[in-house]
């Protein structure tokens, strides 16, 4: 059985937008995330499906991140809990 290759998300922030619902703010650290991946921290239950992959910037700070919302619409207390500041995201696509 090969090794594979995980893909890494760093969580720095959470964020609410009213209509668009509750994301994960933080910076891809190793791989690729695409919309019908699932994500969780280390493997871990709860997995969620991402629906949206975003990019937020403040171009006069120089500053980017990236954005991940999800199928599952979670509220941004349950995404506080589950994928807290600091935490790691692997992600695995949701076809297995």
Same mark, same amino acid.
């Given at each position: 059985?090969?090794?594979?290759?995980?893909?890494?998300?760093e969580?720095?922030?959470?964020?609410e937008?009213?209509?668009?619902? /509750? &994301?994960?703010?933080?910076?891809i650290?190793?791989?690729?995330? +695409? =919309?019908?991946?699932?994500?969780?921290t280390?493997?871990e239950?709860p997995?969620l499906?991402?629906?949206?992959?975003?990019?937020?910037?403040?171009v006069?700070?120089?500053?980017f991140?990236?954005?991940? /919302? &999800?199928?599952?619409?979670?509220?941004l207390?349950?995404?506080k +809990? =589950?994928?807290p500041?600091?935490?790691?995201?692997?992600a695995?696509?949701?076809?297995?």
């Open positions: 059985m090969g090794a594979t290759a995980k893909s890494l998300f969580v720095t922030d959470h964020l937008i009213s209509g668009r619902g /509750a &994301f994960v703010i933080g910076r650290r190793d791989g690729v995330f +695409r =919309v019908g991946m699932q994500v969780s280390g493997g239950p997995a499906t991402i629906s949206r992959v975003e990019y937020l910037d403040r006069a700070e120089r500053k991140w990236n954005v991940l /919302a &999800f199928r599952e619409h979670p509220t207390e349950f995404l +809990r =589950v994928f500041i600091g935490a790691l995201l692997e695995r696509d949701g076809a297995s």
